[in-house]
């Protein structure tokens, strides 16, 4: 049987030469799946029980088969393996999505459950689907094939009010990236700008800046995962968008500094700055559902400090 390491598991999917998981592991990985999703579920039910009493009932009978799935899943593997059921974990395995804790968030709401229970529903329902293709045992075989389709239809539960979440799953990598260059480009460039007093220098500074960042942010992003798991489309694609939106991020604010006046640039450049802030705030408000104060938050006031950094720096 294969080993674990204590690092990561990986899990083979086709045409990529990662080391498979046993049959066993694949069953244990399954009875994690559906505890995790069971929980979560009952979490946002208790949440939000008393304000949208008809989506909390939905996920309340979502968690009773979450339950039936663990179920039928342990009995498979007394079954076939015995009483020892290994700890394999959604985290150990390359290829899920890390999602943040969001049943931790103080404002939850009906449209932003649902975008998570898609989103779960969809990538468990891929790994019933890929683990079809490595396994032999037929009453396995079965019983994955059964549950693929379950979870196909509860990803109905929000297919018609996805189409926000989608546009949300489509820009997310996006405000990622106009974040990070928005960001961390903010303090070399105008550190750069008041240490020289030079719009030229600065300019370069925040060229450097950005195409590094877009670089690196690209290459985070495509090695993340493959995207058979997840959904999230090729690697290639997204670290592609991901380094270009990074670089963009941060050649917004540093155009200015090809007039060659540096008070005029730099007056151009901090309301540019405040531009992209607002938008990216906006952003995640309006199409990711974060909380206009914690957007606010989040984004404006981390960008006010890089900001003010970079100019403490730059006068030093």
């Known amino acids: 049987m294969h080993h674990l390491s204590r690092r990561e598991t990986t899990f083979r999917v086709p045409n990529q030469s990662l080391q498979p998981l046993s049959e066993k592991e694949i069953l244990a990985l399954a009875i994690s799946l559906e505890e995790e999703d069971g929980k979560i579920y009952g979490e946002f039910a208790d949440r939000i029980k008393e304000k949208f009493p008809a989506t909390a009932s939905a996920l309340e009978s979502m968690l009773q088969e979450e339950s039936s799935h663990r179920r039928q899943l342990i009995d498979l593997f007394r079954q076939r393996f015995g009483e020892k059921i290994p700890l394999i974990r959604r985290q150990d395995v390359k290829g899920f999505i890390h999602r943040p804790p969001i049943w931790l968030n103080p404002t939850l709401s009906p449209q932003r459950i649902r975008n998570q229970v898609q989103t779960m529903e969809s990538e468990t329902r891929r790994f019933y689907e890929h683990a079809l293709e490595r396994t032999t045992d037929a009453g396995t075989r079965k019983l ?154 989040q984004v404006v006031l981390g960008g006010v400090l890089v900001f003010l950094a970079g100019i403490l720096i730059g006068s030093a």
């Open 144 to 297: 994955l094939g059964d549950l693929a389709e379950t979870e196909r239809e509860h990803e109905q539960f929000a297919v018609e009010e996805m189409k926000p979440g989608a546009k949300a799953g489509a820009l997310e990598a996006e405000d990622e990236g106009l974040m990070d260059g928005s960001v961390s480009t903010l303090a070399p460039v105008f550190a750069a700008a008041f240490a020289t007093r030079n719009s030229w220098d600065a300019f370069l500074v925040g060229i450097a800046a950005s195409v590094g960042a877009g670089i690196s942010m690209g290459f985070a992003e495509a090695l993340s995962d493959d995207g058979a798991l997840s959904g999230r489309g090729q690697p290639l694609l997204r670290g592609t968008v991901c380094g270009l939106m990074t670089t963009l991020g941060g050649i917004g604010h540093t155009l200015p500094f090809l007039i060659p006046s540096f008070l005029l640039a730099t007056l151009i450049a901090v309301v540019v700055v405040a531009i992209e802030l607002g938008v990216i705030a906006w952003i995640r408000n309006h199409f990711m559902d974060t909380p206009l104060l914690a957007a606010i938050f």
